[in-house]
């Protein structure tokens, strides 16, 4: 089964961007739907997008369409959610997860989970 693992979380201005990225280990990596959500304090855990493995891709709520980004490059095992426009809202613990076949928007499809990574966006 493949593990994940994000970085690139950090605390920036509003209207900033941040590239989180997620590294995959295992030989079937590139077979993976990959997805990123996200949990504010005190909030349920958030679908933000996700990438099957044909580059095809899904994204949440009006909230970060236009504004968030993903891709992946499988030859690096890699995952990457460039966020542009930052705004406090989006202040959360990102995470990466990952499940085979099809795009989902469901965290319960998702069989692999990182430890996530901080993102703060401050006004």
């Known amino acids: 089964q493949v593990r994940v693992a994000e970085s690139g979380g950090d605390s920036v201005q509003a209207g900033g961007s941040l590239r989180l990225s997620c590294a995959g280990s295992?030989?079937?990596?590139?077979?993976?739907?990959l997805g990123w959500f996200r949990q504010a304090p005190g909030k349920e855990r958030e679908f933000v997008a996700a990438?099957?493995?044909?580059?095809?891709?899904?994204f949440g709520g009006e909230s970060v369409k236009g504004r968030f980004s993903i891709s992946r490059v499988n030859a690096k095992n890699t995952v990457y959610l460039q966020m542009n426009s930052l705004k406090p809202e989006d202040t959360a613990v990102y995470y990466c997860?990952?499940?085979?076949?099809?795009?989902?928007?469901?965290?319960?499809?998702?069989?692999?989970w990182g430890q996530g990574t901080q993102v703060t966006v401050s006004s």
């Open positions: 990438i099957n493995w044909r580059g095809e891709v899904t």
């Open positions: 997860a990952a499940k085979r076949g099809l795009l989902s928007k469901d965290a319960a499809d998702f069989g692999s």
């Open positions: 295992g030989l079937t990596f590139s077979s993976y739907t």
